[in-house]
């Protein structure tokens, strides 16, 4: 729980509140465009890291198991890249560093993911699944409070400086099996070496001819796209819809932790609740159905109350429909893999959708804002969010 807690951290505080920060400083008129090509940008090397990361992490061999060295490796490359972006003064500095750094915290986020089918039996995914969920909130209110509050190189330091030490701590304290070549275990001689198995990883990607695999990543997508079209612009929501003059300490940021923070312990409450529901029934599409509806109702809220108090009944209703869906979250993925010899591989994959909806959200969003406005990116956004739940209606293997 703390690799995931302090890598969403990471994520949150850097993509809501640090780059627009950055971006806003340098290029004020131009700050939507700005930040939709950067998030573009991440999304390509987001996807890039977290194909990377599953499948680089599947064919290692060696005395320190499959998933460690690259959690290391990967998490010290992000500390460094982290603290570099912070000193950029410039637009061309940032998308460089940023795309940098988010295609090794997505290679982390792949090998990280890849631990749940290694080692946790299927009887318990749920609890699991739920220690990612709270770890996600959990992580969002860490990252977004602590970068509202620290000018922005102590920001990028900090987080920096905490995912080091939570790698350090998950690969002393939770060591993996030694993983040895396939010739030292006794398998067949013409099982694919390391290297061309990851190029065969990258390569064929045949998971898709699963159709449960396939809906469950279009599932994904749809919700990720509805989220980041949102998320993306949170901060200029606040500033430019809601208005600062109405917001706490007259603050974009402050009101940005304090939304972060009143999800956070929804969704955790709900998590709770979602897992006690999940370990007396079997119906995992449910939950994702009721996460569709809940979701798309959070969103409709500011639209028709674009008011501060209509966002935090939109962070409150949309806390609770992601608490309840983050408890089965891993297990819906982890039913639908079809192979367990490629699991870190299509784990990253499904998880690969997030990245790929940060490159179709930011044209969505920034759209949207540029030639109708706020309240109908809201609408919009609900719209996705209920197709996405419909679409779990035609996943055959879960029930």
């Known amino acids: 729980m703390p690799a995931a807690f302090v ?9 809501q509140i640090l780059v627009p920060v950055q971006v806003e400083a340098l290029d004020p008129p131009g700050k939507i465009a700005n930040i939709a090509l950067l998030t573009m940008l991440c999304s390509v090397t987001g996807v890039l890291g977290l194909t990377a990361g599953g499948a680089a992490s599947d064919a290692t061999r060696g005395r320190w198991g499959r998933r460690a060295p690259w959690l290391v490796c990967m998490a010290a490359a992000s500390a460094f890249l982290s603290i570099s972006l912070g000193l950029q003064r410039s637009l061309m ?31 318990r995914r749920s609890l699991a699944s739920s220690i990612f969920g709270i770890a996600a909130p959990l992580g969002a209110l ?122 956070t312990t929804t969704t955790v409450g709900a998590i709770f609740i979602g897992l006690w529901l999940a370990n007396r029934t079997e119906r995992r599409k449910l939950f994702a159905q009721v996460y569709a509806v809940g979701m798309a109702a959070a969103m409709v809220v500011p639209a028709l109350s674009p008011t501060w108090p209509g966002m935090l009944i939109f962070a409150v209703l949309g806390g609770l429909a992601m608490g309840g869906y ?74």
């Open 7 to 15: 890598m969403y951290a990471n994520f949150q505080g850097i993509q």
């Open 93 to 123: 500095g940032i998308a460089v560093f940023y795309g940098g750094l988010w295609f090794t915290l997505n290679f982390f986020q792949g090998a990280l993911l890849a631990v749940i089918p290694d080692r946790v039996p299927e009887s």
């Open 142 to 263: 860490l990252g977004v409070n602590l970068a509202a509050m620290a000018p922005a190189e102590r920001g990028y330091s900090s987080l920096a400086a905490m995912l080091a030490m939570a790698t350090a701590a998950f690969v002393i304290f939770a060591r993996e099996d030694a993983c040895l070549a396939p010739a030292a275990v006794g398998q067949p001689r013409d099982v694919p070496l390391p290297g061309r198995r990851l190029r065969m990883n990258l390569r064929l990607l045949q998971s898709f001819s699963s159709r449960d695999f396939s809906l469950a990543y279009a599932f994904r997508i749809l919700m990720f796209i509805a989220q980041f079209s949102i998320n993306n612009y949170l901060l200029y929501i606040l500033q430019d819809h809601i208005g600062v003059e109405h917001l706490p300490g007259h603050n974009a940021q402050v009101a940005a932790g304090v939304l972060n923070s009143l999800r």
């Open 326 to 399: 983050s408890t089965i979250d891993l297990t819906l993925m982890s039913s639908v893999l079809p192979s367990k010899n490629s699991a870190g591989r299509d784990l990253a994959l499904l998880v690969m959708a997030g990245a790929a909806a940060q490159f179709v959200a930011p044209i969505i969003g920034g759209a949207l804002i540029k030639f109708l406005g706020y309240d109908e990116l809201f609408v919009v956004a609900a719209l996705i969010t209920l197709l996405a739940g419909a679409v779990t209606f035609f996943i055959r293997g879960v029930r």
